[in-house]
């Protein structure tokens, strides 16, 4: 009974990675809601979602692709979009402003695309703040007063990153991107990197700070590697089913055997590898074979 029930769990874990869902809910200014449910079982509504991920004051853009979208949604006054994607169990939740939707291609079977960047535009690109520190003041302090000018509810700041204080007095009157553009350039010696992602300000240092730590299972080609600068360091580019809980500066473990069970024996590619994630773009489907992320990342 114990070995029916290990295998039933078993193949329920593994038929979870091929349930892929995407739900969508627009947001009016006022608040009203509409929803397009992706069901967990059964017939699924054709949904598809790219985009890419970088840091560096980027603003980071989404394209959902909907097949025989029947609600009106151009003239509606809909101007955010919470997207709920991965897979049963596992899903990440994004949210962002929508830039544009229209129709790409007319019915029957006709696909209309919607555009959103993950980052308020007004706020993170024309706010104008007031900024004024002494030095010793807390990095974290400063990012506090931007949150809260900008209305962004929470704050993510890696370990090293908390650790930083204003060398000199900081003072600024201008837009929320130029004073952003500022701290890193004040911290460019620690890698410092600060972006905005689903209405979270993320501050971490590319060199030092260790977010979350996700081990690679599956790879949909061996990983390539070239040196990117002066110094030597070594990048690499992986092609693989994607992971929803992998964000920017996260590390990724690739053990030795993902290389094994994926592709048999590669020369000199047999060995563990760790990278730190420095940019992230996706495609990824409720129906049909997209399923893939590309992540390139500096090797630990």
Same mark, same amino acid.
């Given at each position: 009974?114990?070995?029916?029930?290990?295998?039933?769990?078993?193949?329920?874990?593994?038929?979870?990675?091929?349930?892929?869902?995407?739900?969508?809910?627009?947001?009016?200014?006022?608040?009203?809601?509409?929803?397009?449910?992706?069901?967990?079982?059964?017939?699924? /509504?054709? =949904?598809?979602?790219?985009?890419?991920?970088?840091? +560096?004051?980027?603003? &980071? #853009? !989404?394209? @959902?692709? %909907?097949?025989?979208?029947?609600?009106?949604?151009?003239?509606?006054?809909?101007?955010?979009?919470?997207?709920?994607?991965?897979?049963?169990?596992?899903?990440?939740?994004?949210?962002?402003?929508?830039?544009?939707?229209?129709?790409?291609?007319?019915?029957?079977?006709?696909?209309?695309?919607?555009?959103?960047?993950?980052?308020?535009?007004?706020?993170?690109?024309?706010?104008?703040?007031?900024?004024?520190?002494?030095?010793?003041? /807390?990095? =974290?302090?400063?990012?506090?007063?931007?949150?809260? +000018?900008?209305?962004? &509810? #929470? !704050?993510? @700041?890696? %370990?090293?990153?908390?650790?930083?204080?204003?060398?000199?007095?900081?003072?600024?009157?201008?837009?929320?991107?130029?004073?952003?553009?500022?701290?890193?350039?004040?911290?460019?010696?620690?890698?410092?990197?600060?972006?905005?992602?689903?209405?979270?300000?993320?501050?971490?240092?590319?060199?030092?700070?260790?977010?979350?730590?996700?081990?690679?299972?599956?790879?949909?080609?061996?990983?390539?590697?070239?040196?990117?600068?002066?110094?030597?360091?070594?990048?690499?580019?992986?092609?693989?089913?994607?992971?929803?809980?992998?964000? !920017?500066?996260?590390?990724?473990?690739?053990?030795?055997?993902?290389?094994?069970?994926?592709?048999?024996?590669?020369?000199?590619?047999?060995?563990?590898?760790?990278?730190?994630?420095?940019?992230?773009?996706?495609?990824?489907?409720?129906?049909?074979?997209?399923?893939?992320?590309?992540?390139?990342?500096?090797?630990?």
């Amino acid at each position: 009974m114990e070995l029916i029930e290990t295998i039933g769990n078993f193949n329920r874990r593994k038929l979870e990675r091929f349930n892929r869902i995407i739900d969508l809910t627009f947001i009016t200014r006022t608040g009203q809601v509409r929803r397009i449910y992706c069901p967990r079982r059964g017939r699924k /509504p054709s =949904i598809e979602i790219n985009g890419t991920y970088t840091a +560096k004051s980027t603003l &980071s #853009q !989404l394209n @959902i692709t %909907v097949k025989n979208l029947y609600l009106d949604l151009a003239d509606t006054g809909y101007t955010t979009l919470k997207i709920d994607a991965g897979y049963e169990g596992n899903t990440v939740s994004i949210t962002g402003q929508i830039v544009t939707i229209y129709q790409d291609s007319p019915g029957p079977d006709g696909k209309t695309v919607i555009q959103v960047n993950i980052a308020k535009i007004g706020t993170w690109l024309n706010e104008y703040i007031d900024l004024n520190y002494e030095a010793g003041t /807390p990095l =974290i302090m400063v990012l506090n007063s931007i949150k809260s +000018k900008l209305k962004i &509810s #929470q !704050l993510k @700041i890696g %370990v090293q990153a908390a650790t930083l204080k204003l060398d000199s007095p900081f003072w600024h009157h201008g837009t929320a991107r130029e004073a952003i553009t500022k701290l890193e350039n004040r911290f460019e010696d620690k890698g410092l990197a600060i972006f905005v992602r689903s209405n979270k300000l993320c501050a971490v240092c590319e060199k030092k700070d260790f977010a979350n730590v996700h081990v690679l299972q599956y790879m949909s080609a061996p990983a390539q590697e070239n040196t990117g600068n002066e110094e030597g360091t070594y990048y690499t580019t992986i092609t693989a089913p994607w992971m929803p809980e992998l964000d !920017l500066f996260d590390e990724l473990i690739i053990p030795t055997r993902t290389y094994v069970r994926n592709f048999q024996k590669v020369a000199g590619l047999i060995k563990r590898q760790k990278i730190r994630v420095s940019r992230l773009s996706f495609h990824f489907s409720t129906t049909g074979s997209a399923n893939q992320m590309t992540v390139q990342g500096s090797i630990m």
